[in-house]
């Protein structure tokens, strides 16, 4: 059960231009939306998160929106730079008391490629 | 501020037998994960602690995994038998308290032959 997932395997864009991430999921239970970076031999790195009561948060390049409706999330970057070339995971927590409080559940991550 | 910190960080073992990862999680982090990340896939959470009680450990295949984290610092992963399914990175996390974003270290690759 695949309760987040990341349906492009693989982006490419080229350097200056906007890359768009996009994420979705399944778990009603889930308000907080995470991020992060992954670089070869090297752990995942927090990138920039969101909470269920905003649906739009910006830090620098990225951005990240939030449409709860459609249990849709997507990181925008701009201009993208070739040292974005990463892995790019979303990742997912639940509400205080419910069982995925405090736990991050993954996608199965999104291979960027920015071209200079 | 040191990062979370792994050892080792490459192993090669036979099926059947046992092997052991140690993670050193940020000073004052009180929640500690360990992660286990097959190619292609995202990290799938395999046991929470806080501080040194276990809060989850419902994905942890108990019957050849087991975990501990003492004094409530230093935690390790052990696996026993292992399976050639069991190759993979094994990723630490720590954060604050359970609800912050999480560091993570650079992770041990397991390779089961």
């Known amino acids: 059960d695949q309760q987040v997932k990341q349906n492009s395997p693989s982006l490419s864009v080229q350097e200056g231009r906007i890359s768009i991430l996009n994420c979705d999921y399944t778990?009603?239970?889930?308000?907080?939306f995470l991020w992060y970076k992954k670089y070869p031999a090297e752990g995942p790195t927090f990138l920039i998160s969101?909470?269920?009561?905003?649906d739009k948060n910006e830090d620098g390049r990225f951005t990240v929106f939030l449409n709860k409706s459609a249990k849709h999330l997507s990181l925008h970057i701009v201009p993208s730079q070739p040292g974005d070339s990463a892995v790019y995971f979303c990742?997912?927590?639940?509400?205080?008391?419910?069982?995925?409080?405090?736990?991050?559940?993954f996608g199965q991550g999104t291979i960027l490629t920015v071209h200079p | 501020e040191a990062g979370v910190a792994q050892s080792p960080r490459y192993k090669i073992i036979e099926k059947r037998q046992s092997v052991a990862f140690w993670c050193n999680p940020i000073?004052?982090?009180?929640?500690l994960y360990w992660y286990q990340q097959i190619l292609g896939q995202g990290p799938k959470l395999l046991i929470q602690?806080?501080?040194?009680?276990?809060?989850?450990d419902s994905q942890l295949p108990k019957d050849r995994f087991s975990a501990e984290r003492l004094k409530g610092v230093d935690s390790t992963l052990k696996i026993q038998p292992a399976k050639l399914e069991d190759s993979a990175v094994y990723l630490c996390?720590?954060?604050?308290?359970?609800?912050?974003?999480?560091?993570f270290g650079q992770g041990t690759r397991l390779t089961v032959v």
């Open positions: 996390a720590s954060s604050l308290v359970s609800w912050a974003e999480a560091f």
């Open positions: 778990n009603s239970m889930f308000d907080y």
């Open positions: 969101i909470s269920s009561i905003k």
């Open positions: 990742a997912a927590s639940g509400r205080a008391g419910g069982t995925s409080y405090g736990k991050l559940t």
């Open positions: 000073s004052g982090h009180a929640t």
């Open positions: 602690f806080q501080n040194n009680g276990v809060v989850d």
